[in-house]
């Protein structure tokens, strides 16, 4: 028997039997339509954040950040460590443990919300400063197309008579015409390194309490932007440090700096060992703040992208930011520490601190379009820095999407194996019914070969078209699924997103296990047709 | 009618012929064994007609299913045009059936969802006949046995006479050897048993062995040349006939 024979055979035993075969293949169309509709909300919500990370260019962004060594490891874990080693160390007096215990108990309450903890756990090879003269070698590695600061600034806005905290961030030129800054709701990029303008993003508007849908409005407003400066008689620490320098660097290894929020820790810790000159300091630095703002003017409203998180409301040009910032420290209690670990009093005034000896937290690349972030990371760790990026946590996330489609798959399976179940139900009985029919074929010469193929046939034409059915039902499922998302969506405000996907792999799955199951199930009812005997089939009654 | 061609197999003059040896089925069923096939020693030439009779139960038709290579023997051999069917492979055996012979029940035996041309076509799905060519050859079939007006009817829509040789167009279409016919006139009357018998004949002229069961000695008596009868699965009497050969030699 040819191909086209046994088909032909397989379709004529089904249309005879039509409604026999319509449920059985109803079975499988149910069965493949939820294995489709599952796995189509498991390719849609990846496809959805590769979409989403390609788009804001996440796949082309990478952070680096400074290594452990020399600095401080700001995970509870590292502050642990620090803390064994110091009383192994330096045989700790009654007094030292005691501000210990302080600083525990202050440690736990003021938790490192600053920090990004993510890609703490990347050994380095070497280790090395984040000045600029890092930043230039950044890059300069192959496939980085740019490398800049990720500064942060504590920024108070006042905007169309409200005020509120938020954060800002500087960024070059060059950057600004990224993807990660590009994606303009309104408006556009500011022109110059230099210019008096700001761009926000729809977290700023949505903290503005301005809708979103009205972002044009906001273009060529006014906003003040202040940051509280840490500003201390210049003339007095640097006196203080020329003096003792080295034993105030000693103490700054030791004492925790997010402690010294806690006026309590601190004004123990400076009766109990540090002189009155060192006390006034930090009461000063801490304390003692003033206020420096800027008066902008919106150019452009661009996605904060992961619902604002990405990039911090406010962007800056450059030097608006560099004023800002240097006009005194105001950053975070890591930036702090990370200068005082090196021997630095940030907010001493840009005379004294030029570019050269600053150091940043963190420094975005922007990488080349399609350079793998596998190579750039082995050359920023062989520069002796840490990495973060995103093609990396994507590649990670991906075998999440993994587990998690074949979680879905599963369900569908065990409707499959259902539907495989009403396959072998419905054969068998069809061979009872055509017991005659088989000994007739084979006293023409059928061989059990064929009498197999041909039962199989039967069983895999009604998984094919299952299948078929179930995809295109799927299909529809997932359509309605997603008019009826979309439609909450508008109603509620939020921005609209695409659930599901049905890829041309997910097509060619979803139809290979349909009819997979199908030929497997018809494996048993296949075996018992050959099986047959025509003389007993044949026998006059 | 038109000559029947020999045309697959030219040696069929010389090598066509059967012969078992010591042919046994028995059956087992608990304590008891049906002894349906006793040790048959029988030999039928090339284009003979043979027609076989004895009681019901006497072991006919397990003759008949054993020399087609449908059942298997408990002992003894065949041998068909001089090899043995023991030693066939099982797919040998099908294409023996496919390709060497035809078979013809009382009961007609015919697809019931299928019509007149597609039962004769079924019987080519097995010997490698290209399609367009199995339409024309049932086709062709069916007219010489007088239904070319019946040939997209369905068994249900046909008379048992015109089934019966819907059966044998089935049966011959693809040129056979040897037919087989169980009781080929079983279910019909008179007139249509005349009729089958009338073609047996004519195809058994035009070179095809015919081995007939049949209960009917004035059929068995006007058909064949050769009579064989049974009891107990054992041959009583095989003897010639008067009936005028017009067979192959
Ligand atoms: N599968 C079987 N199991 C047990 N006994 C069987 C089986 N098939 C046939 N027989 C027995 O073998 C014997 C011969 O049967 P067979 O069908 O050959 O008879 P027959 O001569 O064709 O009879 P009829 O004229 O009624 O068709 C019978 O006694 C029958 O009961
Ligand atoms: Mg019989």
Same mark, same amino acid.
């Given at each position: 028997?040819?191909? /086209?024979?046994?088909?032909?055979?397989?379709?004529?035993?089904?249309?005879?039997?039509?409604?026999?075969?319509?449920?059985?293949?109803?079975? $499988?169309?149910?069965?493949?339509?939820?294995?489709?509709?599952?796995?189509?909300?498991?390719?849609?919500?990846?496809?959805?954040?590769?979409?989403?990370?390609?788009?804001?260019?996440?796949?082309s962004t990478m952070y680096v950040y400074p290594t452990k060594d020399g600095q401080v490891d700001e995970t509870p874990m590292g502050r642990r460590e620090r803390r064994a080693q110091k009383e192994s160390d330096d045989g700790v007096t009654k007094s030292d443990s005691t501000s210990i215990d302080s600083e525990k108990t202050d440690s736990s309450q003021v938790d490192s919300s600053e920090v990004d903890s993510i890609a703490l756990d990347s050994l380095p090879t070497e280790s090395r400063l984040l000045d600029s003269a890092a930043v230039e070698l950044l890059g300069l590695i192959p496939g980085v197309n740019l490398a800049y600061p990720y500064e942060t600034l504590d920024i108070t806005v006042t905007f169309a008579d409200s005020t509120f905290e938020s954060q800002a961030r500087a960024a070059p030129?060059?950057?600004?015409?990224?993807?990660?800054f590009s994606q303009f709701k309104a408006g556009k990029a500011f022109?110059?390194?230099?210019?008096?303008?700001?761009?926000?993003?729809?977290?700023?508007?949505?903290?503005?309490?301005?809708?979103?849908?009205? /972002?044009?409005? $906001?273009?060529?407003?006014?906003?003040?932007?202040?940051?509280?400066?840490?500003?201390?008689?210049?003339?007095?620490?640097?006196?203080?440090?020329?003096?003792?320098?080295?034993?105030?660097?000693?103490?700054?290894?030791? $004492?925790h700096f997010d402690s010294l929020l806690n006026s309590d820790y601190r004004s123990r810790l400076i009766s109990a060992e540090l002189g009155g000159a060192f006390s006034r300091f930090i009461d000063g630095y801490l304390s003692s703040r003033v206020q420096i703002a800027e008066t902008l003017t919106i150019v452009g409203v661009i996605e904060g992208g992961m /619902?604002?998180?990405?990039?911090?409301? $406010?962007?800056?040009?450059?030097?608006?930011?560099?004023?800002?910032?240097?006009?005194?420290?105001?950053?975070?209690?890591?930036?702090?520490?990370?200068? +005082?670990?090196?021997?630095?009093?940030?907010?001493?005034?840009?005379?004294?601190s030029n570019d050269s000896s600053q150091q940043y937290s963190r420094v975005t690349l922007d990488l080349d379009q399609g350079t793998p972030y596998e190579s750039i990371k082995d050359s920023v760790e062989a520069l002796g820095f840490r990495t973060f990026s995103f093609a990396e946590e994507f590649t990670e996330l991906q075998s999440i999407f993994l587990f998690f489609n074949m979680a879905l798959g599963?369900?569908?399976?065990?409707?499959?194996?259902?539907?495989?179940?009403?396959?072998?139900?419905?054969?068998?009985?069809?061979?009872?019914?055509?017991?005659?029919?088989?000994?007739?074929?084979?006293? +023409?010469?059928?061989?059990?070969?064929?009498?197999?193929?041909?039962?199989?046939?039967?069983?895999?034409?009604?998984?094919?078209?299952? &299948?078929?059915?179930?995809?295109?039902?799927?299909?529809?499922?997932?359509?309605?699924?997603?008019?009826? &998302?979309?439609?909450?969506?508008?109603?509620?405000?939020?921005?609209?997103?695409?659930?599901?996907?049905?890829?041309?792999?997910?097509?060619?799955?979803?139809?290979?296990?349909? +009819?997979?199951?199908?030929?497997l199930a018809g494996l048993y009812p296949a075996a018992r047709a050959a099986k047959v005997d025509p003389v007993q089939a044949l026998r006059n009654d | 009618m038109t000559d029947?061609?020999?045309?697959?197999?030219?040696?069929?003059?010389?090598?066509?012929?059967?012969?078992?040896?010591?042919?046994?089925?028995?059956y087992v069923r608990g304590p008891q064994e049906v002894r349906a096939l006793d040790g048959v020693d029988l030999t039928i030439s090339h284009g003979e007609f043979v027609a076989v009779v004895g009681s019901s139960g006497s072991g006919k038709s397990t003759l008949l299913n054993l020399l087609a290579g449908l059942d298997t023997p408990t002992e003894g051999q065949i041998f068909i045009a001089g090899e043995e069917l023991n030693t066939f492979s099982r797919?040998?055996?099908?294409?023996?059936?496919?390709? @060497?012979?035809?078979?013809?029940?009382?009961?007609?035996?015919?697809?019931?969802?299928?019509?007149? @041309?597609?039962?004769?076509?079924?019987?080519?799905?097995?010997?490698?006949?290209?399609?367009?060519?199995?339409?024309?050859?049932?086709?062709?079939?069916?007219s010489r046995l007088g239904l070319a007006e019946r040939l997209d009817h369905h068994p249900a829509d046909l008379s048992g006479g015109e089934q019966q040789r819907v059966a044998l167009a089935r049966a011959l279409v693809k040129?056979? @050897?040897?037919?087989?016919?169980?009781?080929?006139?079983?279910?019909?009357?008179?007139?249509?048993?005349?009729?089958?018998?009338?073609?047996?004949?004519?195809?058994? @002229?035009?070179?095809?062995?015919?081995?007939?069961?049949?209960?009917?000695?004035?059929?068995?008596?006007?058909?064949?040349?050769?009579?064989?009868?049974?009891?107990?699965?054992?041959?009583?009497?095989?003897?010639?006939?008067?009936?005028?050969?017009?067979?192959?030699?």
């Amino acid at each position: 028997m040819t191909i /086209s024979d046994l088909l032909q055979n397989a379709a004529g035993n089904l249309w005879r039997m039509k409604l026999r075969a319509l449920l059985t293949v109803s079975g $499988v169309v149910i069965a493949i339509a939820a294995f489709v509709a599952m796995l189509s909300f498991g390719a849609g919500m990846q496809e959805t954040i590769s979409d989403r990370f390609e788009q804001l260019g996440l796949f082309s962004t990478m952070y680096v950040y400074p290594t452990k060594d020399g600095q401080v490891d700001e995970t509870p874990m590292g502050r642990r460590e620090r803390r064994a080693q110091k009383e192994s160390d330096d045989g700790v007096t009654k007094s030292d443990s005691t501000s210990i215990d302080s600083e525990k108990t202050d440690s736990s309450q003021v938790d490192s919300s600053e920090v990004d903890s993510i890609a703490l756990d990347s050994l380095p090879t070497e280790s090395r400063l984040l000045d600029s003269a890092a930043v230039e070698l950044l890059g300069l590695i192959p496939g980085v197309n740019l490398a800049y600061p990720y500064e942060t600034l504590d920024i108070t806005v006042t905007f169309a008579d409200s005020t509120f905290e938020s954060q800002a961030r500087a960024a070059p030129m060059l950057a600004i015409k990224t993807k990660l800054f590009s994606q303009f709701k309104a408006g556009k990029a500011f022109e110059s390194d230099s210019s008096q303008s700001v761009m926000v993003t729809d977290r700023f508007l949505r903290n503005a309490g301005i809708d979103l849908d009205s /972002s044009e409005i $906001v273009i060529g407003e006014t906003i003040i932007v202040s940051v509280d400066i840490i500003s201390i008689d210049s003339a007095l620490t640097r006196a203080l440090f020329n003096k003792d320098l080295d034993s105030v660097k000693e103490h700054f290894k030791d $004492v925790h700096f997010d402690s010294l929020l806690n006026s309590d820790y601190r004004s123990r810790l400076i009766s109990a060992e540090l002189g009155g000159a060192f006390s006034r300091f930090i009461d000063g630095y801490l304390s003692s703040r003033v206020q420096i703002a800027e008066t902008l003017t919106i150019v452009g409203v661009i996605e904060g992208g992961m /619902s604002g998180n990405l990039v911090k409301p $406010v962007v800056l040009p450059l030097e608006i930011g560099k004023h800002l910032s240097e006009a005194g420290f105001s950053g975070s209690k890591q930036d702090l520490f990370t200068s +005082l670990a090196s021997g630095r009093i940030p907010g001493l005034g840009s005379s004294e601190s030029n570019d050269s000896s600053q150091q940043y937290s963190r420094v975005t690349l922007d990488l080349d379009q399609g350079t793998p972030y596998e190579s750039i990371k082995d050359s920023v760790e062989a520069l002796g820095f840490r990495t973060f990026s995103f093609a990396e946590e994507f590649t990670e996330l991906q075998s999440i999407f993994l587990f998690f489609n074949m979680a879905l798959g599963m369900i569908g399976l065990i409707a499959l194996v259902t539907a495989g179940l009403g396959i072998v139900n419905t054969m068998v009985m069809s061979i009872l019914e055509r017991r005659r029919e088989i000994g007739v074929l084979k006293s +023409l010469g059928a061989d059990d070969s064929d009498i197999k193929l041909m039962y199989l046939f039967e069983s895999g034409m009604i998984g094919s078209v299952g &299948a078929l059915g179930g995809i295109m039902v799927g299909w529809l499922i997932t359509r309605g699924a997603s008019l009826i &998302a979309a439609w909450y969506m508008r109603s509620k405000d939020i921005p609209e997103m695409e659930f599901f996907s049905l890829p041309p792999w997910l097509v060619l799955i979803a139809f290979g296990i349909g +009819l997979t199951i199908s030929v497997l199930a018809g494996l048993y009812p296949a075996a018992r047709a050959a099986k047959v005997d025509p003389v007993q089939a044949l026998r006059n009654d | 009618m038109t000559d029947s061609k020999p045309t697959k197999d030219s040696s069929i003059a010389d090598t066509a012929w059967i012969r078992t040896s010591k042919l046994s089925r028995h059956y087992v069923r608990g304590p008891q064994e049906v002894r349906a096939l006793d040790g048959v020693d029988l030999t039928i030439s090339h284009g003979e007609f043979v027609a076989v009779v004895g009681s019901s139960g006497s072991g006919k038709s397990t003759l008949l299913n054993l020399l087609a290579g449908l059942d298997t023997p408990t002992e003894g051999q065949i041998f068909i045009a001089g090899e043995e069917l023991n030693t066939f492979s099982r797919k040998r055996l099908s294409r023996y059936r496919a390709e @060497q012979i035809g078979m013809v029940f009382q009961s007609f035996n015919l697809i019931s969802h299928k019509t007149a @041309q597609e039962n004769v076509e079924t019987a080519l799905y097995f010997n490698e006949t290209p399609k367009s060519e199995r339409r024309k050859l049932s086709r062709e079939m069916l007219s010489r046995l007088g239904l070319a007006e019946r040939l997209d009817h369905h068994p249900a829509d046909l008379s048992g006479g015109e089934q019966q040789r819907v059966a044998l167009a089935r049966a011959l279409v693809k040129n056979p @050897q040897i037919l087989f016919a169980d009781e080929p006139t079983g279910n019909l009357d008179r007139e249509n048993t005349a009729a089958i018998s009338a073609m047996l004949k004519s195809f058994n @002229q035009n070179g095809v062995t015919v081995v007939m069961v049949t209960h009917d000695s004035e059929l068995a008596n006007t058909c064949a040349r050769r009579i064989i009868s049974m009891d107990y699965g054992k041959i009583v009497t095989d003897v010639a006939t008067d009936v005028d050969a017009g067979g192959a030699k």
